[in-house]
């Protein structure tokens, strides 16, 4: 009888410098285009081991072709006689190539020859191939990316020809930094100022190095997403709020800045680690709780209570442009369900005379709009406050009903803002 063969199986050769990045890229793309994960949510896992450049450049890449997927795929399939398989091995290596060589500015040799690796056993030769016939063509990409063809639709029939241009226009354009301001004293130099307590500053600004980041004079959050705790208002200094759903925790930040006595809660005790280390810097107090509030409930109910619900967070596509291609109706509906179940238990936590804020980063009509006839009915208790424009920032108008509605193309010429959709109600 043979013995047993005591052989390994062969193992892969170490990859050459430069590819270790790229398959981080590869497993991102996978990851949110295959199996429906975040970006953030896949990094760890697919930039394991990475030196902290290349999972920068990793995370880089595969944003970058996110961004762009609909334009990448139109060249790759230009240069093919049959179409590639959208899940083939051999269009994402192309995808992360292309997107190399023609956007992020990385040489042709270096783009293709780090990326070759990625397909061993597969076809090699269909990708050098396809790559040298687009380069030598000089191939580029449009200035403004088209949006998926699902999510072009969908918000056509949603909001119209122009805010799905402007959403094109939005992807193209890296967004810019805002801070939130702890006092009226704080300024920034440098900054433009949309709205009180508010600084904004040219993309890619380094946070850390800014002066007042060690003194806790601001913190980072999208101008839109300060709108719902500019809804609550100032604080008595002894009037409680809850936050609901409040990592990574910039409403808490400004309630607490605001006078109000905070009891921040989400269910993830991993993002509230970034609330504590900023109460911790900015000097400022909140309670936090971890728990699940479809389960929690307050011991007493509070004056006011904004509720920032789990959503798609399609309205943050400018910077998580992984929502463009894994959110699918199915996770509308199902968010929006989830919605109602925490709105409902949210109105029992406001005092008589309260205010309930609610907010979604979402730009789907069944996460914002759908919301308000339903509650009302249910809570007759409830009545809609209409914001005011002098609680909005310049530019913003309320909707007919008062309630608030940020979309793509809104402050464009400033820079624009991140998709929201925000109500305000009163516990009579």
Known sequence: MARPSTRRPAEREPDAPGVPARRAALKLLDAVLRRGLALEQALDSAAQGLAPNDRGLAHAIAAEALRRLPDLDALIDSATRQRLPDDAKARFALRIALVQAIALGTPGHAAISTVLPLVDGGPRKLVHGVFGTLMRGNATLPDVPMLPDPVALRWQALWGDAVVQAACEAIATPPPLDLSLKTDGVTVEGAASLAPRHARLEPGTSVPDLPGFAE?????????????????????????????????????????????????????????????????????????????????????????????????????????????????????????????????????????????????????????????????????????????????????????????????????????????????????
């Open 216 to 428: 806790g004079d601001w913190w980072v959050q999208d101008l839109a997403a300060s709108i719902p705790a500019r809804l609550i208002g100032a604080g008595t200094g002894t009037g409680t709020a809850l936050d609901l759903c409040a990592a990574p925790g910039g409403k808490t930040l400004q309630l607490a800045a605001a006078g109000w006595q905070v009891t921040a809660v989400d269910v993830a005790e991993n993002r509230l680690a970034r609330l504590r280390e900023n109460l911790e810097r900015t000097g400022l107090s909140a309670q936090i709780v971890t728990a699940d509030l479809l389960t929690w409930s307050p011991a007493a109910p509070a004056d006011a209570v904004l509720l920032d619900a789990p959503c798609s967070a399609t309205g943050i596509f400018r910077r998580h442009p992984d929502v463009l291609h894994r959110v699918r109706p199915s996770l509308v509906t199902e968010m929006a369900e989830l919605q109602a179940k925490l709105l409902d238990r949210a109105a029992a936590w406001v005092k008589p005379g309260g205010t309930l804020v609610f907010a979604t980063c979402s730009l789907e009509q069944k996460e914002g709009e759908a919301h308000l006839a339903p509650f009302l009915a249910a809570h007759p208790e409830f009545e809609l406050v209409p914001a005011t424009a002098e609680e909005l920032p310049a530019g913003i108008a309320p909707r007919e009903d008062g309630s608030v509605r940020v979309l793509p193309g809104m402050l464009a010429d400033q820079g624009g803002l991140d998709g929201f959709f925000i109500a305000r109600f009163r516990r009579r």
